[in-house]
């Protein structure tokens, strides 16, 4: 494609805000462990400036900031500071690297909102300003809801900030009400004035379209937060401008191969399910079920996707459905070491398309399944589970599982958040072979990943029934189950159980192994 220059930088720093202003989210508390997981991951995928909180909201946040300052990482960690002299103290006594200086830009949070005026918010910001950089911290100074100031004060205000010996300013598009013409605008005569960071949220969909504006119009630093979390519509979605900036542009931002490890990352710590549809993580960005969409990626992984998965360290999916056509099919087969002639196909094919017009999810082990049956072999389990009990009162819910593990029995227990945390424990306590009872404890054990987990459908009534998915994984090979019941737990366990089940199948068949033998690490 014909690219038309963004921007004169090779690279342009991201600042991510995630453990600031993604924690506003609502529903969002992350702990000060989660807080130092999410930084290391930021940082290793080479993340510029990591804003670790808001040392002003309270004692346990400065903590979680300190845990942050003090795991020597190579970005530059921050505190969110308001225009107080208060709020430099508490960044300061966290031993952060620098301060976000946020002071009020536009008439209504100068007026309303602090009940100031423009001239005093001008000298407050110089003498704070003044008192960060005698402290030894980084400043970047910010006029919240820049986008709707007047241009004339803004440009006064940010520029006595960078008099008063700021590092940066920072265009704040707070509501995320500006379109990207506005955001040129203001950007540019910013720019003029200093370095220009750009502070953007989704409310009208302009998130990424408003980064590009100000790129182009002078900016060289970028807010995000990993996910798009953050209050309302979000903030701008940092794995979004990373892979755009680098696809479009040529220009560098991080390590892309890290990006999904990150969106991973953060998805757990913050309880933010991956939208489906969302580009870079989502689980449909490199997936493909249409035939002749399959079909095409399958002979050049270019004709249906805009970089290779593995730009930001994926892999293709190829998902089965109504949709699906002999190619799909074969391929999804052959990932699974199954061959098959070409009536077999034809048949495994026809099998597919019909579960698939009844509205379910054709997962690996329905295809699998569908495969064993069209060939006429019968399966032989390799784990199976014989029972399962699980207790979620008092204060540490627990559950007990009994595998039947080739010729041996186990039996474990575990506990765990909730019943199906315990129960999921429970069955790799039982399959580890150092958990169990009796004789078997000294089995081998049987390791796996478990990727993802999610409940795809309830119906309705008290008497409603959940449908649990899981991707697990074990070595190079991966499935995905899903599994129905009115009991979540027992679901969750039967989904893993059969997942592992038809790995350990897949892992007999490629080895040589008898019927009913459990792999070795």
Same mark, same amino acid.
């Given at each position: 494609?014909?690219?038309?220059p963004l921007t004169?930088?090779?690279?342009?720093?991201?600042?991510?805000?995630t453990?600031?202003?993604?924690?506003?989210?609502?529903?969002?508390?992350?702990?000060?462990g989660?807080?130092?997981?999410?930084?290391?991951?930021?940082d290793a995928?080479?993340?510029?400036?990591?804003?670790a909180?808001? =040392?002003?909201?309270? =004692?346990?946040?400065?903590e979680?900031?300190?845990?942050?300052?003090?795991?020597?990482l190579?970005?530059?960690v921050?505190?969110f500071?308001?225009g107080?002299? =208060?709020?430099?103290?508490?960044?300061?006594d966290?031993?952060?690297?620098?301060?976000?200086?946020?002071?009020p830009a536009?008439?209504?949070?100068?007026?309303t909102?602090?009940g100031?005026?423009?001239d005093?918010?001008?000298?407050?910001?110089?003498?704070l300003?003044?008192?960060?950089?005698e402290?030894?911290?980084?400043?970047?100074?910010l006029?919240?809801?820049?986008?709707r100031?007047?241009?004339d004060?803004?440009?006064?205000?940010?520029g006595?900030?960078?008099?008063?010996?700021?590092?940066?300013?920072c265009?704040?598009?707070t509501?995320?009400?500006a379109?990207?013409?506005?955001?040129a605008?203001?950007?540019?005569?910013?720019?003029?004035?200093?370095?220009?960071?750009?502070?953007?949220?989704?409310?009208?969909?302009?998130?990424? &379209?408003n980064?590009h504006?100000?790129l182009?119009?002078?900016?060289?630093?970028?807010?995000?937060?990993?996910?798009?979390?953050g209050?309302?519509?979000?903030?701008?979605?940092?794995?979004?401008?990373?892979?755009a900036?680098?696809?479009s542009?040529?220009?560098?931002?991080?390590?892309l191969?890290r990006?999904?490890?990150?969106?991973r990352?953060?998805?757990?710590?913050?309880?933010? &399910?991956l939208?489906?549809?969302?580009?870079?993580?989502?689980?449909?960005?490199f997936?493909?079920?249409?035939?002749?969409?399959t079909?095409g990626?399958?002979?050049?992984?270019?004709?249906?996707?805009p970089y290779p998965?593995?730009?930001?360290?994926?892999?293709?999916?190829?998902?089965?459905?109504?949709?699906?056509?002999?190619a799909?099919?074969?391929?999804?087969?052959?990932?699974?070491?199954? =061959?098959?002639?070409?009536?077999?196909?034809?048949?495994?094919?026809?099998r597919?398309?019909e579960?698939?017009e009844?509205?379910k999810?054709?997962?690996?082990?329905d295809?699998?399944?569908?495969?064993?049956?069209?060939?006429?072999?019968e399966?032989?389990?390799?784990v199976?589970?014989?029972d399962?009990?699980?207790?979620s009162?008092g204060?540490?819910?627990?559950?007990?599982?009994?595998?039947?593990?080739?010729?041996?029995e186990?039996?474990?227990?575990?506990?765990?958040?909730?019943?199906?945390?315990?129960g999921?424990?429970?069955v790799?306590?039982?399959?580890?072979?150092?958990?169990?009872?009796?004789?078997?404890s000294?089995?081998?054990?049987?390791?796996?990943?478990?990727?993802?987990?999610?409940?795809d459908?309830?119906t309705?009534g008290?008497?409603?029934?959940?449908?649990?998915?899981?991707?697990?994984?074990r070595g190079?090979?991966s499935?995905?189950?899903s599994?129905?019941d009115?009991?979540?737990t027992?679901?969750?366990?039967?989904?893993?159980?059969?997942?592992?089940?038809r790995?350990?199948?897949?892992?007999?068949?490629?080895?040589?192994?008898?019927p009913?033998?459990?792999a070795?690490d």
């Open positions: 494609m014909t690219r038309t004169d930088l090779d690279e342009v720093q991201l600042l991510d805000t453990l600031r202003d993604g924690e506003q989210m609502p529903g969002v508390s992350l702990s000060p989660e807080k130092v997981e999410v930084a290391r991951e930021l995928a080479g993340v510029h400036l990591i804003e909180g808001s =040392a002003c909201t309270s =004692a346990g946040e400065r979680a900031i300190r845990r942050v300052a003090a795991e020597g190579s970005a530059t921050t505190s500071a308001r107080v002299k =208060a709020d430099v103290d508490h960044a300061l966290c031993g952060v690297d620098g301060v976000n200086l946020v002071v536009s008439d209504k949070h100068v007026e909102k602090v100031s005026t423009r005093e918010v001008v000298g407050t910001t110089v003498e300003v003044e008192y960060a950089k402290h030894g911290l980084w400043v970047e100074v006029g919240e809801d820049g986008s100031a007047d241009l004060y803004l440009e006064r205000l940010l006595a900030g960078l008099d008063a010996g700021a590092d940066r300013i265009y704040c598009d509501v995320g009400a379109d990207p013409e506005r955001t605008e203001v950007v540019s005569r910013l720019a003029d004035l200093g370095p220009t960071s750009l502070h953007t949220h989704d409310d009208l969909g302009f998130g990424v &379209a980064v504006a100000g182009k119009a002078g900016a060289d630093t970028v807010h995000g937060t990993v996910l798009g979390v209050e309302r519509a979000g903030n701008v979605a940092l794995e979004e401008v990373a892979v900036l680098a696809r542009y040529d220009v560098d931002t991080v390590e191969e990006l999904y490890r990150l969106c990352t953060v998805s757990e710590a913050t309880g933010v &399910a939208p489906p549809n969302k580009a870079v993580c989502g689980a449909n960005a997936a493909h079920e249409s035939g002749i969409h079909d990626t399958l002979k050049d992984g270019t004709m249906y996707e998965p593995e730009t930001v360290g994926r892999e293709r999916r190829l998902v089965l459905g109504k949709h699906a056509g002999r799909g099919v074969k391929a999804a087969l052959a990932e699974h070491d199954v =061959a098959v002639d070409e009536d077999e196909l034809r048949d495994v094919v026809a597919v398309k579960l698939g009844r509205g999810r054709v997962t690996d082990a295809l699998l399944a569908i495969a064993d049956d069209v060939r006429g072999r399966r032989e389990r390799h199976e589970l014989v399962l009990s699980a207790t009162g204060n540490l819910p627990t559950a007990s599982v009994r595998l039947r593990v080739g010729d041996d186990r039996v474990a227990s575990g506990t765990g958040a909730g019943p199906v945390d315990a999921l424990e429970a790799r306590t039982a399959l580890s072979g150092d958990g169990g009872s009796g004789d078997d000294t089995a081998d054990g049987v390791a796996f990943e478990l990727d993802s987990y999610h409940v459908a309830i309705g008290t008497d409603a029934v959940v449908t649990v998915e899981v991707d697990l994984s190079d090979r499935v995905s189950v599994a129905s009115a009991d979540i027992r679901a969750s366990v039967v989904g893993m159980v059969d997942g592992l089940d790995l350990l199948a897949a892992e007999a068949d490629a080895d040589g192994a008898e009913g033998a459990v070795d």
